[in-house]
């Protein structure tokens, strides 16, 4: 499809354990993003990819939390030693940079961490 | 620091009804506001974006108006529908990066 495109939908893991999510963007997009939705809260930023470079990194909440892009392509977010505090959906964007353009969403990992 | 606010409560209005939606932000002027709709277990998907040199965008049966001496801007759905239900997000650019402020989003139902 030409939309973006994130694996897995869903993902349940034992707490302490590794996770990696794959955002595929849009093909030509050069900006890609990571949010955190939780329940009854707004997206928070996570980080913004620039071809394979993160300009800002800003919102990544430990050092638990790493994500990089290979390729100007597809981006993968890793969270090490998951905590329950880490359960929440998390969406991939990517948009092109030319000008103030939307950003278009997948439909996010939903991550759960019993 | 940059806030952005929405109506925090669910607005309820009857099909055919214009069902209008306020975005507030503080400590910034933003170049640039977006909206977007999600449904349920979905991604955001954009709507409309407005500039700030732009008074009002419509778009079909939506339209978004940019006050910046307000500091608001208000998102009306005209002659609604129930496929209108979902929830409204606005957001605007922090700074010269490319990082979108969030607002919490409203929900909106349209009754038939």
């Known amino acids: 499809g030409a939309g973006v495109s994130q694996s897995p939908s869903n993902k349940v893991t034992e707490k302490g354990k590794d996770v990696e999510l794959r955002c595929d963007p849009i093909?030509?997009?050069?900006?890609l993003y990571w949010y955190r939705q939780s329940l009854g809260q707004g997206l928070e930023f996570l980080i913004y990819?620039?071809?394979?470079?993160?300009?800002?990194k800003s919102g990544l909440p430990s050092d638990r939390f790493s994500a990089e892009r290979t390729g100007g392509s597809v981006s993968t977010l890793t969270i090490q030693r998951t905590q329950q505090e880490d359960s929440a959906v998390y969406l991939c964007a990517s948009s092109s940079l030319s000008g103030y353009q939307p950003q278009h969403f997948g439909d996010g990992t939903r991550l759960s961490i019993l | 620091s940059q806030k952005i606010e929405q109506n925090s409560e669910a607005l309820n209005i009857q099909e055919g009804k214009t069902a209008t939606l306020t975005c507030n932000y503080t400590?910034?002027?933003?170049?640039?506001l977006q909206w977007y709709r999600q449904d349920p277990g979905r991604g955001p998907v954009f709507l409309l974006l407005i500039r700030e040199n732009e008074k009002e965008k419509r778009k079909e049966r939506l339209k978004v108006t940019f006050d910046t001496t307000l500091k608001q801007s208000l998102f009306h759905i005209t002659a609604s529908q129930p496929a209108d239900s979902a929830t409204y997000l606005c957001a605007f650019n922090a700074g010269n990066n490319r990082k979108l402020i969030w607002g919490l989003g409203t929900s909106l139902a349209v009754n038939p």
């Open positions: 400590n910034y002027s933003p170049a640039y």
């Open positions: 093909s030509g997009h050069t900006a």
């Open positions: 990819f620039q071809g394979n470079s993160a300009p800002d």
